[in-house]
């Protein structure tokens, strides 16, 4: 037994150890739902809940403690102030087990991950759980900000009679509830609002986007009928597959769909071919190689790169969702990667056009010199290798789960395939990209 007082041998001052390679072990989730419906009544921290049982009992670790569960939700309660440490308590994970709550809109799963493989490798954990939970079925409900600064006043007030005179300050107008918006605080465009008009600068078509759309509702439905997700997902309130996904979806079904963002002839993006509000919740399991060893766990990848990136989509200098192009040209630079060196390619498909003018940057001379600094194009991707099991636009987009999504099904991909390489992109709200690399 080693001596508790003994002091180690402190390292010479500014050295430290190499990091340790970061494996990406288990991954689960529970089928994802249109909002309001297998999951209206179901909140963030159930669901969440509901993933880290799910995955606790395929790794083994039933009251188990880890080095750490670190998750986040885009669209919270009040109630949800520590969100992840309250669903760890409520799972079957040992309650010794730490958590915090983490949050970068649609990033939130990956830099979740991200977060706890830095830990990892640096030592200062052995293991840790990423995720992510959200649900728009239970969005909080906002009150004026009239009746909440006579809900405040009235609190303060010490007398029932100043309490009275707080709360007849209230108007008819201020007891209006808020309802919840989806759009960009500094521009008021929603995302859809936004992709629009980059839809419309690359000059993407209807029938481009329909195209993506089919291929990502037909490779899901394949990755189901093959067993590919059967220990990815784990049932939940009855429901065993995404209800967004479409089996046996036809291109003459999503041409009939009407254009729901943009204005005019030039309007070109439809529900089907754009992410619908979603409920659902994921985890991956990511530890050291040592310790996955130790449990008789075979990792399905190594996350070994990273880069997260911001644009200026304020001021209309870049588009709101071209944040991963910026952020994968930089991971590209660093680590001496091309794009054809990636075996696989899982593109978070928050819309058709948003992952077609990803694409067509990473193809533009012109927009790679001007915008990316680079002398070349970064090239093209092989579209087999591009979201070979299915997207967003299938599985559907809780917006804080999809991260753990992509990431898993990337790691099973390579698994699947005996190896390889994976690149892994999200964007999201805000400007932002996070992007990241698997091995096997």
């Known amino acids: 037994m080693a001596d508790p007082t003994r002091r180690p041998t402190p390292r010479p001052y500014g050295s430290a150890p190499a990091p340790r390679p970061v494996a990406v072990v288990a991954g689960t989730r529970i089928p994802f739902a249109r909002s309001g419906r297998a999951y209206a009544t179901a909140s963030n921290q159930e669901m969440l809940t ?11 670790l039933v009251g188990e403690q880890v080095g750490e569960v670190v998750a986040g939700a885009v669209v919270k309660h009040s109630r949800d102030l520590v969100l992840t440490r309250e669903s760890v308590l409520g799972s079957v994970l040992d309650p010794r087990t730490p958590a915090h709550d983490v949050g970068q809109a649609c990033g ?63 108007r008819p107008r201020d007891l209006v509830p808020v309802p919840p918006r989806n759009a960009e605080p500094r521009t008021g465009l929603s995302m859809g609002e936004h992709q629009a008009r980059t839809t419309l600068e690359w000059a993407i078509t209807r029938e481009a986007q329909d195209e993506l759309a089919l291929a990502s509702h037909h490779r899901l439905e394949a990755a189901y009928a093959s067993g590919f997700l059967d220990d990815l997902v784990v049932p939940h309130r009855g429901l065993e597959r995404d209800d967004v996904l479409r089996p046996g979806l036809t291109a003459e079904q999503l041409a009939k769909l009407a254009p729901v963002f943009g204005r005019g002839e030039s309007a070109t993006m439809t529900a089907g071919s754009s992410t619908p509000l979603t409920d659902g919740a994921s985890a991956v399991l990511l530890s050291s190689p040592e310790w996955a060893q130790q449990r008789g766990l075979e990792p399905m990848a190594y996350l070994t790169a990273s880069e997260t990136a911001a644009v200026d989509h304020v001021s209309g200098a870049e588009g709101l969702l071209m944040a991963p192009v910026h952020a994968v ?34 193809e533009d001379p012109l927009y790679c010199r001007v915008r990316l600094g680079r002398d070349e194009p970064l090239g093209s991707v092989d579209r087999d290798r591009l979201n070979p099991h299915g997207g967003s636009l299938a599985a559907g987009h809780p917006f804080a789960a999809t991260g753990g999504r992509v990431l898993a099904s990337a790691a099973k991909a390579l698994a699947v395939r005996g190896g390889g390489r994976a690149l892994v992109s999200v964007c999201a709200a805000g400007g932002q990209g996070v992007v990241a690399v698997l091995e096997r």
């Open 108 to 170: 939130t799963g990956l830099q979740a991950a991200l977060g706890v493989a830095g830990k990892i490798a640096l030592g200062q954990i052995e293991a840790g759980i990423a995720g992510g939970a959200d649900t728009t079925s239970d969005a909080p409900v906002v009150v004026s900000e009239g009746l909440r600064r006579a809900l405040l006043r009235a609190n303060r007030e010490r007398t029932t009679s100043g309490k009275v005179r707080a709360l007849a300050a209230v």
């Open 329 to 362: 040209s930089r991971l590209l630079a660093r680590t001496g990667l091309a794009l054809g060196d990636f075996d696989v390619v899982e593109i978070h498909e928050a819309f058709a056009s948003q992952v077609l003018c990803t694409l067509a940057a990473w």
């Open 50 to 60: 509901a993933v880290l049982d799910g995955l606790a009992r395929r790794a083994d």
